[in-house]
């Protein structure tokens, strides 16, 4: 791999949201990593400089070397001047409200044309994650979407990826410290943000995917993001033609309207929902629509045309009918389940399954070399490579369809291809069923995979049938069309299409097994963290067959919601950004809050806003007690809709699977204040009912209560001082930052009704 460096750069100004107006920029790092690869991986040239301000010069820190300049255009250029060597990428987090973004837009409203030019990019609105742009004029910008993150700010993206809590400092008072006696720790904070960027993209091994991919492909390293997947498979396509004396037609859209429409669907079966306990058997058909290619010649060198009756329909390069009697005749052809009529490999072998075949045979090599490669380095390579070569062969049969944006769509091509995929999954589903597989039968199928319920058997059984079944299957179909075993699920709810989960194991020597859910809220990012943490203990507990404990842990549950730090209770939704005015959509409320308060905060498509759900009046509707997080925080009096919640997410989300058992899931919560004696249900105007306030115990044990919970708010504030280093932080992912930020209110001393007017620590 040739040397390579790049650059990442972060900025603070005066604002939480900087303004190009503002009349200073007091602070830029900017890190710089050589990745070279000559050795090891973790033997890279990585350092970082300061570009730090104190009125009215500037000062330059470089490697312990200090320069000084009194414009800010000379500032700006000096930026990028710094990096003595010529970078290959240029990136930052959030670059279109922020680091390059901020600093190319500073410069044009500033005056310094020539330079905004020499630096802008073609595309500035992205979604607000990690990005990269080349350093060549007018690039384009594309983005790295950690796609398992609730949001997408910085400090969740580093709790998930880097496993590492980094707090996220108010950039006012950064400001204010630059100047004072913390000058040197808000220097090195805004160095750990620049070198964030690079060990995220590092850990996610992103330049190395990239450039594996670039190889693989045959294409620049720039395009491999910023442009799609159609240019992945024509890249490798057109070479291979060409060497076969082909040349690739382009489709005009009058003849794309007039082409047929598609007729085919992939089977996706009504699932038999239901909670299964007994084991149920997920086969999978390992890359079925390449292997559909490949076993049965299909591709656009090699089709013939429609069949309708007894003549051939055929396109504008088209065969004679002599020449398609002859193939018929000596049993050269092949007919879709749509009639659309291909020649055999015995006749030609066609592009793309040649093609196709050379990528799986590519990965499988790549695949066993890793398993004997014992540096990490070499490891990660291989992994990249098999990588590209999986994604191209994925979105092959996508490249066919593309009737709309594509280069070549075809419809009888990508009609035979889902037509085969469906009708062998169909023959294996009836093999199933007329099988002595110990009375197995077929609950679920969707597109490659199908759920195979074995009543009464073991694990160790179901293992031992799956293979079975999957052996018997692979038979019968042409090479390379294979059915794997991939997992046995002790414990099975089929909710809906596309909505399931189970106890998995992966292999009979497997004792623990884990839990996997498809669809449903413990994954989704839409939904909040209290209701993907019930659903799925409730799940372990369902399939585990224990209602005793399932009951006591709903009730506790459901009855301590106070008790859950507010991060629980948070919803991340996707901005879309067309919205009407009025819409009452919580993520436009929330953008139109942010952008009131400060204009230079603008939501961008795609980026995850966070908000909570208040109590507010009987009538109220939803939208009303919206609230962003900083709103929620500053204003004590606001109290989360825990009833809400509690009807609206998390008792449905129970509710769609245990609808499924013989079990019925009744709850209400209290509407009255009830007595805070543990096992009292006397309802009354006081915390204590008049029964309970004649013991003394009753008002001590809320005092231990009331300790032990500022207790764990101390330990907690302890916490964030050691990580914030003495500056607010605005982390709201934060479990400490949720404990230390806001008292819990709901405790029975905290109550509006708290007789005994106690000074409470807030």
Excluded at 297 to 311: A, E, I, M, P, R
Excluded at 585 to 599: F, G, I, S, T, Y
Aim: charged content about 20%.
């Amino acid at each position: 791999m040739t040397e390579e460096e790049f650059a990442s750069i972060e900025s603070k100004t005066y604002k939480f949201r900087p303004s190009l107006l503002s009349p200073l920029m007091p602070i830029t790092s900017c890190a710089v990593e050589c990745d070279a690869f000559v050795t090891d991986i973790m033997n890279k040239e990585l350092h970082s400089f300061n570009v730090h301000s104190s009125n009215p010069g500037l000062e330059y820190i470089w490697r312990e070397e200090a320069a000084r300049c009194n414009a800010q255009g000379r500032k700006l250029e000096d930026v990028f001047n710094n990096c003595t060597s010529d970078p290959d990428i240029l990136f930052g987090y959030d670059t279109v409200r922020l680091s390059w973004g901020y600093v190319l837009r500073r410069a044009l409203v500033l005056g310094f044309l020539d330079f905004h030019q020499d630096y802008q990019s073609s595309k500035p609105h992205t979604s607000p994650l990690v990005e990269a742009c080349h350093t060549s004029p007018k690039a384009g910008v594309f983005s790295l979407q950690f796609h398992f993150c609730r949001s997408y700010d910085r400090g969740t993206a580093a709790l998930m990826v880097l496993n590492r809590k980094l707090p996220i400092l108010d950039d006012r008072a950064l400001c204010q410290n630059l100047f004072g006696n913390f000058s040197e720790m808000v220097i090195n904070y805004v160095n750990k943000l620049a070198l964030l960027n690079i060990s995220l993209l590092n850990e996610v091994n992103w330049f190395l995917k990239t450039a594996e991919m670039a190889r693989v492909y045959g294409i620049q390293f720039h395009e491999v993001w910023s442009r799609g997947s159609q240019l992945r498979v024509e890249s490798m396509m057109f070479r291979l033609a060409h060497t076969q004396g082909f040349v690739m037609p382009s489709v005009i859209p009058s003849q794309r309207i007039q082409m047929d429409a598609p007729e085919q669907l992939q089977l996706i079966m009504e699932p038999l929902s239901k909670v299964y306990f007994d084991p149920v058997i997920v086969l999978d058909f390992q890359s079925l629509y390449p292997s559909m290619m490949i076993a049965y010649n299909y591709c656009f060198s090699t089709l013939f045309g429609k069949v309708y009756g007894d003549f051939l329909v055929t396109s504008t390069f088209a065969i004679s009918r002599s020449s398609f009697v002859e193939c018929a005749t000596k049993k050269m052809l092949h007919c879709s389940p749509l009639s659309a009529a291909f020649a055999t490999h015995s006749k030609r072998s066609g592009i793309l399954p040649t093609l196709l075949r050379e990528v799986l045979g590519a990965r499988i090599m790549v695949k066993s070399a890793m398993k004997h490669v014992t540096s990490k380095r070499l490891k990660r390579v291989l992994d990249a490579r098999q990588l590209a070569l999986k994604l191209v062969a994925n979105v092959t049969y996508g490249y066919t369809s593309a009737n709309f944006s594509g280069r070549m769509p075809c419809v009888e091509v990508a009609d035979a291809i889902l037509g085969k995929g469906r009708e062998t999954l169909e023959r294996a589903i009836a093999q199933v069923k007329e099988g002595n597989y110990g009375g197995a039968q077929v609950i679920y199928g969707d597109t490659d995979s199908m759920f195979v319920l074995v009543p009464g058997a073991t694990k160790a059984e179901a293992f031992a049938i799956g293979r079975r079944i999957a052996e018997d299957v692979t038979k019968v179909n042409p090479t390379p069309v294979v059915l794997k075993l991939e997992k046995v699920y002790m414990g099975c709810v089929l909710e809906t299409k596309k909505r399931y989960a189970g106890w998995m194991y992966e292999s009979e020597d497997d004792e623990k097994g884990q839990l996997d859910s498809k669809g449903l809220e413990t994954i989704r990012r839409d939904t909040c963290m209290v209701v993907a943490n019930v659903l799925e203990r409730s799940l372990k507990l369902i399939f585990a067959q224990d209602w005793r404990a399932l009951s006591t842990y709903l009730n506790t549950k459901l009855s301590r919601l106070e008790d859950l730090p507010y991060t629980d209770f948070v919803f991340s939704k996707e901005f879309r950004g067309h919205y009407t005015d009025n819409a009452p959509v919580p993520q436009l409320k929330v953008a139109m809050r942010l952008a009131a308060q400060n204009p230079a905060h603008i939501a961008l498509v795609g980026e995850r806003l966070p908000y909570i759900v208040t109590q507010g009046a009987p009538d109220a509707s939803v939208i009303s007690c919206v609230r962003s997080i900083p709103d929620f925080l500053a204003d004590k009096s606001l109290q989360i809709h825990f009833t809400y919640y509690a009807h609206v997410h998390i008792l449905p989300a129970l509710r769609r699977v245990t609808d499924l058992l013989p079990l019925t899931i009744n709850w209400r919560a209290d509407a009255s204040t009830m007595c805070f004696t543990p096992g009292c249900l006397t309802v009354g105007g006081n915390p204590w009912c008049s029964c309970c306030a004649e013991f003394g115990s009753t008002f001590r044990f809320a005092l231990v209560s009331l300790a032990r919970e500022e207790r764990l708010q101390a330990i907690a504030r302890l916490a964030c001082s050691r990580c914030q280093q003495r500056i607010h932080c605005d982390m709201e992912q934060c479990q400490n930052y949720a404990k230390s930020r806001r008292a819990v209110t709901s405790h029975r001393l905290y109550s509006d009704k708290n007789p005994f007017n106690l000074m409470v620590f807030q």
